[in-house]
């Protein structure tokens, strides 16, 4: 009878105890969504930081420099000791040299490879090449810009001889290298989202296996193929160590390929490394040329967002 009561007692303590682990376990469960806020709150807070960092030093450059100079200037010589000048134009020019390159390169070649992997390649074939064309996109950009120096400008001086040493011919070729990963591999990925029923219904009324590629899968898939282009320009407009080290110094207002330009990230990286003091006006131009430089990511990565969502196809 004692016996008996003692074990009561032990699972009268034990339920106790469970008890208590059920609440412990209750907050947890509530104090999870809180934690897991926080860490969200800091990636928002952090890009509000970045944002207005940008904002405050671009304020203060504009306190010095016309903001209508800045805007339609046709003259970027900041290190002039007579008479600066900060008229963005040439590096914008120098950007959009590299970015128009670096697509041309890019797209028919991405779109090429994501129809092959898609519509063509067998299993075994996809899990060889799909990660072999992933690796590029982790070689880093520095040894892109050696390779554009070193072989793909020497390279082309075979057929160009008037191509200068550094030019934007040849890292636009190599920024559309880099950012070929991105757009075959996510229009793959879009390309092999398109159910199989709708290739099958395709095929079953006489189409070939490429007027189903490119009449059927191409538009169906067409919001992931264009977010992908459009994320992939962004990614361009934005390579610094390519065209910094293959691209020169110069800026430019022409259409010239084949001599030294400069690029907006390329002037960041020249004054970051030391060749302004802090609190100059050089110094807090490169505040605003990053902001033009997020104004135009900004712009792209709105539009990739529009463009998914107007050609989005639910099936």
Same mark, same amino acid.
């Given at each position: ?26 907050? $947890? ?49 900041? $290190? ?236």
């Amino acid at each position: 009878m004692a016996l008996n009561e003692q074990k009561d007692k032990k699972s009268v303590q034990q339920l106790i105890a469970i008890q208590k682990g059920k609440k412990g376990k209750k907050w $947890f469960e509530k104090s999870i969504p809180v934690i897991l806020f926080v860490i969200a709150s800091i990636s928002v807070l952090t890009t509000f930081g970045i944002v207005f960092t940008l904002i405050f030093e671009t304020f203060e450059f504009f306190r010095r420099v016309p903001i209508l100079d800045f805007i339609f200037g046709k003259e970027w010589l900041p $290190f002039s000791n007579s008479q600066p000048r900060y008229g963005i134009l040439p590096l914008i020019a120098g950007t959009l040299k590299v970015t128009l390159i670096a697509v041309v390169v890019a797209v028919p070649i991405g779109l090429a490879s994501a129809i092959y992997l898609s519509e063509y390649a067998s299993d075994n074939m996809r899990r060889v090449i799909k990660p072999v064309l992933e690796v590029l996109a982790g070689v880093p950009t520095i040894v892109y810009g050696f390779f554009a120096l070193t072989f793909v400008t020497p390279l082309l001086q075979q057929f160009i001889p008037e191509l200068k040493i550094f030019n934007a011919l040849s890292p636009g070729i190599v920024v559309g290298i880099m950012i070929l990963p991105m757009i075959a591999s996510l229009s793959e990925d879009a390309m092999s989202s398109v159910p199989n029923s709708i290739r099958e219904g395709a095929l079953a009324l006489g189409a070939t296996k490429l007027e189903v590629a490119m009449k059927v899968v191409l538009p169906a898939a067409l919001s992931g193929i264009m977010a992908s282009i459009v994320l992939a320009v962004s990614r361009a407009i934005g390579e610094t160590m390519i065209v910094a080290l293959a691209g020169g110094s110069t800026p430019r207002f022409d259409m010239d390929m084949t001599d030294s330009i400069q690029t907006m990230t390329a002037y960041i990286v020249q004054v970051a490394t030391g060749d302004a003091g802090y609190g100059t006006t050089i110094y807090y131009s490169i505040y605003a040329v990053g902001f033009t430089l997020f104004l135009f990511t900004l712009l792209m990565n709105w539009l990739a967002h529009a463009i998914s969502k107007r050609f989005r196809e639910e099936y």
